[in-house]
């Protein structure tokens, strides 16, 4: 994991911070190339999401919205 996130810091996508409460912990953040590519992506994936949703019926978005909930939840 360390080559991947010292890759991901020379490419400009993440930056890393010393915690201030705790030096063991380093934060993660998106830097100038990572806020790019993120919004490069949620864009076109979110008009993809959008134009699903439209084109199906309720019982689906439901349901949809259903699986959404436990993946963020970790169910």
Known sequence: MNRVLRDLIRAKMI???????????????????????FETVYNSQKKRIFNALKNSGSDSVIKFKDVLKKIINGK
């Open 15 to 37: 930056k890393q911070v010393q915690d201030e409460n705790d030096t063991r912990k380093k934060n993660l953040f998106l830097d100038k190339e990572g806020k790019i590519f």
